[in-house]
């Protein structure tokens, strides 16, 4: 484990997923602090609140002391600089992430060059969850308890005005 360095995992998180999850222990196993980074959202229109989306990563994230749980808005560079962190942390699920997610690194390098970006796998069940299709799926009354942690699900029932399948 890199015991002194911080690693940064940004995203939406909306909502934190399995997939999610699971690479968050992973980076917990590799870096001695992990900043799991919500987004505002400025450039998406998210169905839970920032507030909600930080609760929600902050009940996931209890079982690792060393990770820690931050919103930011703006630029990455300027969260990631200004906290100290030496990697980003990006998750990739499929072969349809490598080529953004490879583009996005590149310009990363070039703005932070002090900085590695860290891609890691989910297990092979979560390889296929989005929060963008639990989303979906939610929003149309399908089952999403497989996808999500049971806090996320009653979330998601609640902000659906329903009950989920499943």
Known sequence: MAENVLAVYPG????ITLGHED???RASQL??????????GHHKKTLFSLEERIAM?????????????ESFSGLLRDFVVQRGGKAMVRGL???????YEFQLAGMNRT????VETVFLTPSDK??????TFVREIATLGGEVDKFVSAEV?????????????G
């Open 57 to 69: 990563v902050r009940e996931a994230v209890k079982p690792y002391p060393q990770v820690e749980v």
């Open 31 to 40: 870096f001695g602090r992990v900043i799991v980074a919500v987004a505002a």
């Open 153 to 165: 699900y009653e979330r998601l029932r609640q902000k659906v005005a329903g009950p989920l399948a």
């Open 126 to 131: 979560f390889q296929f969850i989005s929060s």
């Open 111 to 114: 703005l932070m060059p002090e």
């Open 12 to 15: 939406t998180f909306d909502p």
């Open 23 to 25: 690479v968050v222990r």
């Open 93 to 99: 699920r499929a072969v349809t992430d490598f080529d």
